[in-house]
């Protein structure tokens, strides 16, 4: 969305027409393909006007998010008046507001956001590196990208627009905060040296796998595909990531004990389909068992590469020393 | 740096904090899971994402509070007013449980009043103790109804002296009298001396303090300030039906001064009085226990055993007694026929010349019998038996020492008295037989004394004849 070229008071919006007659009805006037009505009211219930953003637009951002997120209904459902009133309506139209007007690049809005945010910013931003020095630098780099000084086309973008309101302004600056982080971590960590690279060992080669532990390993990529994708998120981040039970219950909002007991009964379930699988497979069920009691360090498997499409190590990984590698099998208790 | 966070199949930072907060809709949340599950850069972003402890949830109050404390911090903010008000509570509390406390003190209630003098022994020594009282000539209270409060920190101790009645003006016993009245018939061994002075007869009487059994003596003097006067035999009834001025009980014998300087005595604790006529001139006002014979043969610990005036069981009366216990002795033996059979259900009083204490107690089966708790000193052990004669010794008793007397009761015989000397390194005591030999003197150690209001004294050992000092 590009409003930047929009002024306040461009566009004035017309009053609802009162309804003359029940016979013949009016059609509600509509902006962006929303009743002014509700843009109005919204507007008003935003207090949009305090951070210098006129009612219309005020109605074009809320049209671009209800029609970019589709109004909270899932892809190829058609939402109907009231379903796009209720979705707009339970939007934190505020924050909103003070986001695009932001983007718009209005001063009071600034002064506004400023006051409001530019303390539990730094604070997050402290938070999330660890420093005081680097958070102060990761928040004043963020400043400059939401003021909109990279230009597009030879005009102003700012992230601020990609707020949509569905959760709060601040959640948006912390989680916007950790994704330049991880950019810069990223970024930095490609710089290598070339010093420390050393001459290409060389490449040992495989020893041969028994059939056994072949098809072990088969049958632990066959468990862990078959996994809800809840089960992996809470399976990565307990013992790929080593977050704690803490963490995950802050996420997915649940009690820690409850993601303990989740777990524990997660590995629970994950023993009995593995069996299953290697049963499946043509072994007995001692034979099964005593293939589960083969030294994980004998088998080639990762479960990262199982647990996750994506093979760029985790974030915590690669801040890890370089030497240590990637969780197998032989690492975590799986 | 990218130009869209995370763009591509990445969801972006709107729905990464939509998913932390729980506000996508459920189809987006799944998606949004199923990415997270898969992909560690956005779980590491969500994980970053998390708000910190320190970080406050409410944002527009927390910018509006800092503009009010600005040198506050959130974790300090958020603990300061339930400190403060946690503190208030504490204060309202204390000054609450401080206010009931002095208002029960106040109304002078007697179970409060006893229980509050039984749990604060030993009090000051009552010679020391000058407390006054609010009088007023016609009998009624004073305007300050509670003169006790605020000296020596035991104005909470002391009851308030009930109102006394308009006719007579006697107070109404105090229920700490009472249970001291219980202790001194339980116990007549205890003396205990009161004195009671300067009061017209229409006067209020302040109710005694009772500090663990033992009476306290206060002195009242006849000014402006009004006498606290804890008498524990007040509660006896004088055939006047006036309260006690003074008040002395030695063993069962009670000697009382009313308030109209009449004296009276009783032998039996208090149950029968009778008026002792007044050979002085003048009116007593004082009644008191004096001694000046101790037998030399006594210790000093059982010369203070033996003589217990109340007025040395003040604020070391506690002391004493533990000090007693602790250097007790006993006394202990068989009692046989002269054939050599033992005697059952023998009585055996242990006493000395002033206490006339211990006992009596009976043997057992075996003909045993044992006295505890007996200090240091020579007693009278006299020991009889239906169908023999009484047989009566004399033991001096050493410290925490087991002494021995055995007794052989005769029949027909004369008295005889067996003298059982104990000394400190012996582990019994070895009785020399004396046939005929009389007791040790008898002399009363103890004596009663009253000071008249011209300023003579009066003694008397029975508490009935008198004889001028």
Same mark, same amino acid.
């Given at each position: 969305?590009?409003t930047a ?10 009053k ?11 059609p509600?006037?509509? @902006? ?5 009505? +509700? ?5 008003l ?7 210098? +953003?006129?009612?219309?637009? @005020? ?24 379903q ?12 909103? $507001?003070?986001?695009h007007?932001?983007a ?31 958070g ?22 700012? &992230? ?8 709060? @302004? ?12 991880v ?8 710089? $290598? ?27 632990? $990529?066959?468990t862990?595909?078959?996994?809800a ?9 307990? @013992? ?6 803490l ?13 303990s ?35 994980p360090? %004998?088998?080639?498997?990762? +479960?990262?590469?199982l ?9 915590? %990984?690669?801040?890890?020393p ?10 975590? &208790?799986l | ?21 729980h /506000? ?6 799944q ?38 404390f ?5 974790s ?14 504490a #204060? ?7 206010h ?23 009090a ?9 009282? =609010?009088p007023? #000539?016609n ?9 006790l409060q ?6 909470q101790?002391?009851p ?5 009645s308009?006719? !007579?003006?006697? #107070? ?29 007869a ?25 006498? =606290?006067v804890?008498?524990?035999i ?13 008040m002395?009980?030695? =063993?069962q ?10 004296l ?49 069981? *003040? /604020?070391v009366?506690?002391l004493?007694r533990?000090? /007693?216990? =602790? ?11 002269p ?5 059952p ?24 019998y ?9 007693y009278?052990?006299e020991?009889?038996?239906?169908g ?6 004399a033991?001096?008793?050493? /410290? ?5 007397a ?10 005889q ?12 005591p070895v009785?020399?037989?004396?046939t005929?030999?009389?007791?040790p003197a008898?002399?009363?150690l ?14 008397? !050992?029975? *508490? ?6």
């Amino acid at each position: 969305m590009d409003t930047a070229s929009s002024q306040p008071g461009d566009l004035v919006l017309p009053k609802p027409i009162a309804q003359e007659s029940t016979a013949n009805p009016q059609p509600t006037p509509r @902006f962006s393909g929303l009743p002014l009505s +509700l843009i109005q009211e919204l507007w008003l219930a935003a207090e949009a006007e305090t951070c210098g +953003l006129t009612a219309e637009e @005020f109605g074009m951002t809320l049209a671009s998010v209800g029609a970019k997120l589709n109004y909270g209904l899932p892809p190829g459902t058609l939402p109907d008046p009231a379903q796009e009133a209720a979705f707009l309506r339970s939007l934190r139209l505020s924050e909103l $507001a003070l986001a695009h007007s932001c983007a718009l690049g209005r001063e009071v809005a600034w002064q506004r956001f400023l006051g409001l945010y530019r303390a539990p910013l730094v604070q997050a931003a402290t938070a999330i590196t660890g420093s005081a020095t680097l958070g102060h630098d990761l928040a004043d780099s963020l400043y400059a990208e939401l003021y909109g000084l990279r230009e597009l086309d030879g005009q102003r973008r700012s &992230p601020l627009a990609s707020y949509s309101g569905r959760g709060s @302004f601040l959640g948006w600056l912390r989680t916007t905060l950790a994704q330049r982080h991880v950019d810069h971590h990223r970024r930095t960590h490609r710089e $290598a040296p070339l010093d420390n690279v050393d001459a290409l060992a060389p490449i040992p080669t495989p020893e041969p796998i028994s059939a056994e532990l072949t098809r072990l390993a088969d049958a632990v $990529a066959h468990t862990l595909h078959d996994l809800a994708p809840e089960d992996r998120f809470l399976l990565a981040c307990y @013992f790929l990531d080593r977050q704690t039970l803490l963490q995950i219950s802050q996420t997915i909002r649940v009690h820690e004990a409850t993601v303990s007991r989740r777990l524990k009964r997660l590995v629970a379930d994950l023993r009995k389909h593995l069996l299953r699988n290697l049963q499946s497979g043509g072994l007995s069920k001692r034979a099964a068992e005593e293939a589960l009691g083969t030294d994980p360090r %004998d088998i080639e498997i990762n +479960l990262r590469s199982l647990l996750q499409i994506s093979q760029t190590a985790s974030f915590s %990984d690669r801040t890890a020393p370089e030497t240590a590698p990637a969780p197998t099998a032989a690492s975590d &208790p799986l | 740096m990218s130009e869209l966070p995370q763009s591509g199949r990445h969801p972006d930072a709107d729905q990464l904090s939509a998913f932390i907060e729980h /506000a996508l809709p459920e189809h987006e949340y799944q998606l949004a899971l199923a990415h997270l599950a898969d992909c560690p850069e956005c779980r590491t972003i969500v994980s970053l994402s998390l708000p910190s402890v320190d970080e406050s949830p409410v944002l527009q109050a927390s910018a509006a509070r800092r503009s009010l404390f600005s040198g506050w911090k959130f974790s300090g903010w958020n603990l300061a007013w339930p400190a403060a008000a946690a503190a208030t509570f504490a #204060a309202l509390a204390v000054s609450f449980v401080v206010h009931i406390h002095n208002t029960a003190t106040a109304r002078g209630s007697s179970g409060t009043a006893a229980q509050m003098a039984e749990s604060h022994a030993p009090a000051p020594p009552a010679a020391t103790e000058r407390s006054p009282i =609010a009088p007023t #000539a016609n009998g009624a209270q004073s305007k300050d109804a509670h003169p006790l409060q605020g000296r020596n920190g035991l104005s909470q101790l002391r009851p308030v002296p009930s109102k006394p009645s308009a006719g !007579t003006g006697a #107070a109404k016993p105090q229920s700490p009298l009472a249970q001291t009245a219980d202790q001194l018939q339980q116990n007549p061994s205890r003396a205990s001396n009161t004195f009671m002075a300067g009061q017209p007869a229409s006067e209020a009487t302040a109710p005694p303090a009772i500090v663990g059994g033992i009476s306290q003596t206060v002195e009242v003097r006849n000014d402006a300030t009004p006498p =606290a006067v804890l008498s524990p035999i007040a509660q006896h009834p004088l055939p006047s039906h006036l309260p006690a001025l003074s008040m002395v009980s030695y =063993a069962q014998r009670i000697l009382a001064i009313d308030t109209r300087n009449t004296l009276f005595f009783s032998d039996d604790a208090g149950n029968h009085w009778k008026t002792i006529p007044s050979p002085w001139e003048g009116r007593a006002v004082k009644v008191e226990l004096a001694s000046s014979t101790i037998p030399s043969v006594l210790s000093p610990a059982a010369a203070t055993n033996k003589l217990r005036p109340a007025s040395s069981f *003040g /604020a070391v009366g506690g002391l004493l007694r533990s000090s /007693a216990r =602790a250097t007790s002795s006993t006394l202990t033996g068989t009692v046989k026929d002269p054939a050599g059979a033992v005697i059952p259900g023998a009585s055996v009083v242990v006493s000395n010349s002033t206490t006339m204490g211990g006992g009596p107690v009976k043997t057992d089966s075996a003909g045993r019998y044992v006295v505890n708790d007996l200090s240091p000193g020579s007693y009278q052990v006299e020991v009889q038996a239906p169908g023999f004669e009484k047989r009566q010794i004399a033991v001096t008793l050493t /410290a925490s020492q087991q002494n021995l007397a055995d007794f052989t009761l005769s029949v027909g015989q004369l008295a005889q008295t067996v003298s059982v000397e104990a000394p400190a390194s012996a582990s019994s005591p070895v009785a020399r037989k004396k046939t005929a030999e009389p007791p040790p003197a008898s002399e009363p150690l103890t004596r009663f004394e009253i000071t008249t209001d011209t300023g003579e004294r009066w003694t008397s !050992t029975d *508490g009935q004849t008198w004889m001028h000092r």
